[in-house]
Nanobody
Framework: QVQLVESGGGLVQTGGSLRLSCAASGSIFMINSMGWYRQAPGKQRELVATITSGGSTNYADSVKGRFTISRDNARNTEYLQMNNLKPEDTAVYYC??????????????WGQGTQVTVSS
């Protein structure tokens, strides 16, 4: 079992920066990958970025070059550094963790979400 606690959201102007944090606790050694998703008003939840236990990263095209996902294994924390923010980045951001228990069964854990608002 994994618990995820997010922080770092807020209100910023266009072009500003924020760093989101997601602290993991529980069975952290069982985590295969972690990531960030976001959900804007009237839209489906979408992938922002993922990072595997081996350190490989993947980004949505809309944030590539502006956002960076990283991990601090000593602190059991995942980060999302967001630079050059745009109004279209406004959304609730959720961190997640994936545990692949068997080839056909996996568990996905989610944080509570943190609001990011970018003013024009």
């Amino acid at each position: 079992q994994v618990q995820l606690v997010e922080s770092g959201g807020g209100l910023v102007q266009t072009g500003g920066s924020l760093r989101l944090s997601c602290a993991a606790s529980g069975s952290i050694f069982m985590i295969n990958s972690m990531g960030w998703y976001r959900q804007a008003p009237g839209k489906q939840r979408e992938l922002v970025a993922t990072i595997t236990s081996g350190g490989s990263t993947n980004y949505a095209d809309s944030v590539k070059g502006r956002f960076t996902i990283s991990r601090d294994n000593a602190r059991n924390t995942e980060y999302l550094q967001m630079n050059n923010l745009k109004p279209e980045d406004t959304a609730v951001y959720y961190c997640n963790a994936v545990l692949q228990r068997t080839p056909t069964v996996k568990y996905v854990y989610w944080g509570q979400g943190t609001q990011v608002t970018v003013s024009s």
